[in-house]
């Protein structure tokens, strides 16, 4: 799986978007890219994931730049619950050669704290 | 969503002793199912692959007769860590996946050795 690059922390006043960048400018082209987060002491949540076209769903929209070496998660009015370690994540699409057997290695993400 | 249960979410156990952690789909079957381990202020960092049926793959580094799992249903896979010493210490996750491909994770499992 192509390797990730995400900045280590971010802040973010609460009810404000929040923005988190990831490079992936190794990514080939049949892969996606995934979107996880870690609430403290719990297990990574899904979020979100996208090929090329932009994503949303109701926790956050993924924005893949039209070379797919880069992406952004926007959670678009943050709130305190949503202070965690956000994983981007890139690996071949479940049902591609090689996808079913996929598993994934976790970077070392970014830790959104929400602020008051 | 799926749900993937761990029992025990915590455990305290003294020094030389074994622990077992289970993993459970609560509502589909896993075919196969990982294993994570994370330290304090680190992040997961995968252990081992787990085929119902077959012996488990572990990664580099991990040692597979300290940390035995077992996959012997489609629906549970155990952990468990023999021998336990202070520095084996740590958050343990599971993640399962079902016939869709997408994974699961399970709410994980605190372990502290005195």
């Known amino acids: 799986d192509a390797k990730t690059t995400q900045p280590p922390s971010m802040d973010c006043a609460e009810g404000r978007a929040a923005n988190l960048p990831c490079n992936h400018s190794?990514?080939?082209?049949?892969?996606?890219v995934y979107w996880y987060r870690q609430i403290h002491s719990q297990g990574p949540q899904y979020i979100i994931h996208?090929?090329?076209n932009n994503e949303t769903n109701e926790m956050a929209s993924l924005i893949i730049t039209e070379d797919r070496k880069s992406s952004t998660l926007i959670l678009p009015h943050a709130t305190l619950r949503d202070t965690a370690v956000y994983y981007c994540?890139?690996?071949?699409?479940?049902?591609?050669?090689?996808?079913?057997?996929?598993?994934?290695?976790f970077g070392k993400g970014t830790l959104l704290t929400v602020n008051p | 969503g799926a749900v993937v249960s761990q029992h025990p979410s915590w455990v305290i156990c003294k020094s030389g002793t074994s622990v077992k952690i289970e993993c459970r789909s609560l509502?589909?079957?896993?075919?196969?199912m990982f294993w994570y381990r994370q330290f304090p202020k680190q992040s997961l960092m995968l252990m081992a692959t787990?085929?119902?049926?077959?012996?488990?793959?572990?990664e580099q580094g991990v040692e597979k007769d300290k940390f035995l799992i077992n996959h012997a249903s489609l629906t549970l896979s155990t952990l468990t860590v023999t021998s336990a010493h202070p520095e084996d210490s740590s958050f343990y996750i599971c993640?399962?996946?079902?016939?869709?491909?997408?994974?699961?994770f399970g709410e994980g499992s605190r372990l502290t050795v005195l």
């Open positions: 994540i890139v690996r071949v699409a479940v049902g591609l050669s090689g996808g079913s057997n996929y598993k994934l290695t």
């Open positions: 996208g090929l090329k």
């Open positions: 787990s085929n119902e049926g077959s012996k488990a793959t572990y």
């Open positions: 190794t990514i080939s082209g049949n892969e996606y």
């Open positions: 509502d589909f079957q896993a075919t196969t």
């Open positions: 993640s399962a996946r079902g016939n869709t491909g997408e994974l699961f």
